[in-house]
């Protein structure tokens, strides 16, 4: 059973850091397109970085641009999110997903369940 656990979240003052990681379990190949997503109270889900887990190339939001930078380890089947200088706009619940090509936000295959990012002013 294939399944993405996210880790790392919680709360922190704002300018503060956080790394957030997704491990993924029971995949036979591993995801070639995943992705850092969020979704804040009253806001629509939205994308934050994508990542080719062979190749490492990323892309960004504009918003989170110099802030944030996505990797993977692909030994470890995971791949990692650190967030600096985070802001109070970065509060929301931030979710990992992936599949074996590039589609559409919400046509991923497969999501993790979340982890609360809270930052306070």
């Known amino acids: 059973q294939v399944q993405l656990v996210e880790s790392g979240g919680g709360s922190v003052e704002a300018g503060g850091s956080l790394r957030l990681a997704c491990a993924t379990y029971g995949l036979t190949y591993s995801l070639s397109f995943m992705g850092w997503f969020r979704q804040a109270p009253g806001k629509e889900r939205e994308t934050v970085a994508t990542i080719y887990t062979d190749s490492g190339n990323t892309d960004y939001a504009d918003s989170v641009k110099g802030r944030f930078t996505a990797s993977r380890d692909t030994a470890k089947n995971t791949v990692y999110l650190q967030m600096n200088n985070l802001k109070p706009e970065d509060t929301a619940m931030y979710y990992c997903?992936?599949?074996?090509?590039?589609?559409?936000?919400?046509?991923?295959?497969?999501w993790g369940q979340g982890t609360q990012v809270t930052v306070s002013s």
């Open positions: 997903a992936g599949d074996w090509l590039r589609r559409p936000l919400t046509d991923l295959r497969y």
